[in-house]
Structures are given as C-alpha cells and as structure tokens.
C-alpha cells in the first residue's frame, strides 16, 4: 500500500516561509495526483492544493493562492508545498494525499485515495 510521509513543517513568524514535502515509500508517485490538505483544531479539514501527475495541472484554495505554490519532482519522488507570506490562520496540521485517478489536481478530500499522517505548521510571532 502507498505511504506517504510528510516533513518541513515546524514554527513560522508570520510573513515567513516554510517548504513542505511529501515523499512516498516502496512507490513511485509518477501515476499519482497529489493534494495538500490542512486541519486546524475545531475546524473541519480544507483542501489547499492539488497538482495532477504530470503537474500540469494544479488546483489552489483561494484562501492561498498566490501564496502557495505546488510542485513536483518524480525523479525524487517528492511533492512540494512551498507556503509564503504566512498567516495566523494558516497554522493546522497539513496532511499530503494521493489519487489513483491522477490525470486531473482537485482539493476535495474524498477524491483521494491514500494520506500521510501530517505535519504541525504553527505561524506565531
């Protein structure tokens, strides 16, 4: 089964940068689209970012757009989350997932398929 495993999480002063990462074990992600979502505490979990499996495709929340940018790079096996311009309310738990029917990037959850098991962002002066 694919394993995903996320890392670069951590605390952030607002304005900050942070560069997320989700890698895959035992798999290769080539074939797989691939989101980024968050959950902070009491709130439901949001779908953030999506990028298709080739990457041409990629999808954002508005809440994020222009400040996030997702990337990939098969030869590593890697998803990126490259978060900027940081905010209070982008602190929660962010979570990488990925969907078998990977041709198109969405950011609804119950599209997919496999989840890691997430990451602490904390954004805090």
């Known amino acids: 089964q694919l394993q995903l495993v996320e890392s670069g999480g951590g605390l952030v002063q607002p304005g900050g940068s942070l560069r997320l990462s989700c890698a895959a074990s035992?798999?290769?992600?080539?074939?797989?689209?691939i989101g980024w979502f968050r959950q902070a505490p009491g709130k439901e979990r949001e779908g953030v970012s999506g990028i298709s499996s080739s990457g041409a495709s990629t999808a954002y929340a508005h809440s994020v757009k222009g400040r996030f940018t997702i990337s990939r790079d098969n030869a590593k096996n890697t998803v990126y989350l490259q978060m900027n311009s940081l905010k209070p309310e982008d602190k929660a738990v962010y979570y990488c997932a990925a969907k078998v029917l990977g041709a198109i990037a969405t950011i609804q959850d119950r599209d997919y398929d496999y989840w890691g098991q997430g990451t602490q962002v904390t954004v805090a002066s």
């Open positions: 035992r798999f290769t992600l080539d074939d797989y689209a």
